[in-house]
T-cell receptor, first 111, second 116 residues
Framework: SQKIEQNSEALNIQEGKTATLTCNYTNYSPAYLQWYRQDPGRGPVFLLLIRENEKEKRKERLKVTFDTTLKQSLFHITASQPADSATYLCALALGGNKLTFGGGTRVLVKP | DSGVTQTPKHLITATGQRVTLRCSPRSGDLSVYWYQQSLDQGLQFLIQYYNGEERAKGNILERFSAQQFPDLHSELNLSSLELGDSALYFC???????????????FGAGSRLTVL
């Protein structure tokens, strides 16, 4: 079956360092992959989308890579700040419009 | 404010009861998605509507049903409620963003359902 896996263990990182999150998927070849941020008790917020023919995408301090051979996306937060503390979710459209989310990785940036 | 409105914000009810959750999508968005988020299951896709028609279905229980009305608002009906139905229910509206050429979701604040 199709699976989207993210590291369920929380990532604790010092302010100013780079946080790197992983999203792995199996049994699917998505045309694109999305990343969302979710704060406790709130709805996810869209951050970035990367297409299968794009190796890398950037937005301010965020960078996403997409390796369709490895079936993996990496999400980087550079120069991390305490305000970046949240859960980050990757999502794939598995079969048309069925946008399916990974379990998310919680990031805690310590000052 | 994301532009997606969900009501009620909180709901407490008993097992066996029925509830209705309501969602108004962002102005101009034709798609509505429903997700369930519980602590042990993450964000689970339930169902998607586009301009009043069902477009995609996830692992939605038979006790749950949804519809999208002509004014594009949507309702999720949950019946014969069980303790395990306690969760945050999110609605999202989708639109193809020209910058990406793909559907991106905007989520509402969610409806927290507690079944006692």
């Amino acid at each position: 079956s199709q699976k989207i896996e993210q590291n369920s263990e929380a990532l604790n990182i010092q302010e100013g360092k780079t946080a790197t999150l992983t999203c792995n998927y199996t049994n699917y070849s998505p045309a694109y992959l999305q990343w969302y941020r979710q704060d406790p008790g709130r709805g996810p917020v869209f951050l970035l989308l990367i297409r299968e023919n794009e190796k890398e995408k950037r937005k301010e301090r965020l960078k996403v890579t997409f390796d369709t051979t490895l079936k993996q996306s990496l999400f980087h937060i550079t120069a991390s700040q305490p305000a970046d503390s949240a859960t980050y979710l990757c999502a794939l459209a598995l079969g048309g419009n069925k946008l399916t989310f990974g379990g998310g990785t919680r990031v805690l940036v310590k000052p | 404010d994301s532009g997606v409105t969900q009501t009620p914000k909180h709901l407490i009810t008993a097992t066996g009861q029925r509830v209705t959750l309501r969602c108004s999508p962002r102005s101009g968005d034709l798609s509505v998605y429903w997700y369930q988020q519980s602590l042990d299951q993450g964000l689970q896709f339930l169902i998607q509507y586009y301009n009043g028609e069902e477009r995609a279905k996830g692992n939605i229980l038979e006790r749950f049903s949804a519809q999208q009305f002509p004014d594009l608002h949507s309702e999720l009906n949950l019946s014969s409620l069980e303790l395990g139905d306690s969760a945050l229910y999110f609605c999202a509206s989708g639109a193809v963003q020209s910058a990406y050429g793909a559907n991106v979701l905007t989520f509402g604040a969610g409806s927290r359902l507690t079944v006692l």
